[in-house]
């Protein structure tokens, strides 16, 4: 497969699999492969609903796009986001799932190549309950939207492009379903409210700012791009890791075994960013640590986003 493209094919009419070779255009220790999976989501939504997802309209003409609304990467020892490397080979299985007339729910599975699983429909079950130990699993709930005010990235609004079609699709079982988790999270400004279980957390809290990126944070339909939002909270992530005077090549070490980040709204080119970090330790898991961040605008205060990720990074003081 050396120099090949991604090799796709489907299985059923909500399933596609393909083989994978990693190129410098999807790793590294930023957001790449958020990205590159991203675009899966699009790809997989666009052919098993029919809608040409890229240029999706509403009944009025205005163009129309699938936003993400909530975003769950799952690690695994072999399979994990900043692990990947030049070459690695990799078998990437996607599902589509009804979720209601405005969304849906996709799944993929990027599983080593070498273990040779076959490529059948990604049962949700794996993912939720018996997750492959080396394999990544990523849980992507999308909604459509539009701008509510024209040359305005604030306030967008539902829609549904005419030409979606979602009744054929399997749909994922209530006891999977990730409204609840989203909402409560939306609702609290953060997804460690409740507190998780065992932890505590360590040290104040922090609230650094960002200045949003239109050279980098802004993507070609002028909005603020899904992916960048793991690397405005990884930049926050990094001013706290500097704080307690960790190395940056521990940084780029650092394996991800859980991140979920929710997506409440958008933002305009100037706007500024107050991040608010919290670090919660569990003394029976000295290695393991979650960050928690919420991410407002600095203004008017309003919740943009909302990340938990656990991560694993070997004893620390």
């Known amino acids: 497969m050396n120099g090949a493209t991604d090799q796709v094919r489907m299985v059923d009419l909500a ?8 190129s410098p255009g999807m790793c590294g220790g930023g957001s790449l492969v958020f990205g590159r999976i991203g675009d899966w989501t699009w790809e997989a939504v666009a052919a098993a609903c029919g809608t ?5 309209r509403t009944a009025d003409g205005d163009p129309a796009y699938l936003s993400f609304y909530y ?7 072999v399979v994990h986001p900043h692990g ?7 078998q990437v299985d996607s599902r589509v799932f009804q979720f209601g007339s405005q969304s849906v729910l996709t799944l993929h599975r990027l599983a080593p190549l070498a273990l040779g699983l076959a490529a059948t429909p990604l049962d949700p079950a794996e993912m939720y309950e018996l997750p492959h130990p080396d394999c990544m699993y990523v849980e992507n709930f999308n909604r459509w939207v539009t701008r509510g005010r024209p040359a305005s990235n604030r306030g967008l609004a539902q829609v549904v492009p005419p030409d979606f079609v979602f009744a054929g699709l399997p749909r994922l079982p209530n006891d999977y379903s990730p ?16 507190a998780p279980p065992g932890y505590a957390m360590a040290g104040p809290e922090h609230t650094f ?10 993507n070609g339909a002028g909005l603020v791009y899904f992916a960048s939002y793991f690397s405005i909270f990884d930049s926050a992530l990094l001013r706290l890791w500097r704080s307690l005077g960790r ?6 070490q650092r394996r991800v075994i859980d991140q979920k980040v929710g997506y409440f709204g958008n933002a305009d080119p100037g706007a500024v960013f107050a991040i608010t970090v919290r670090r919660w330790h569990d003394p029976a ?10 991410l407002r605008d600095s203004v008017t205060r309003h919740l943009l986003a909302t990340t938990a990720v656990e991560i694993e990074c070997g004893p620390q003081n």
């Open 247 to 252: 190395a940056d090549e521990q940084f780029l």
């Open 71 to 77: 975003y769950r990467v799952r690690g695994g020892k």
């Open 209 to 218: 700012e960002y200045t949003l990126d239109v050279t980098r944070d802004i």
């Open 15 to 22: 399933s596609m699999t393909r083989k994978v070779v990693v």
């Open 179 to 194: 409204r609840t988790l989203v909402g409560r999270a939306r609702g609290a400004g953060s997804f460690c409210a409740p």
């Open 84 to 90: 990947l490397t030049f070459g690695d080979e990799l």
């Open 285 to 294: 898991q000295p290695e393991i640590e979650i960050i928690d961040m919420a």
């Open 52 to 56: 040409n997802v890229h240029r999706a």
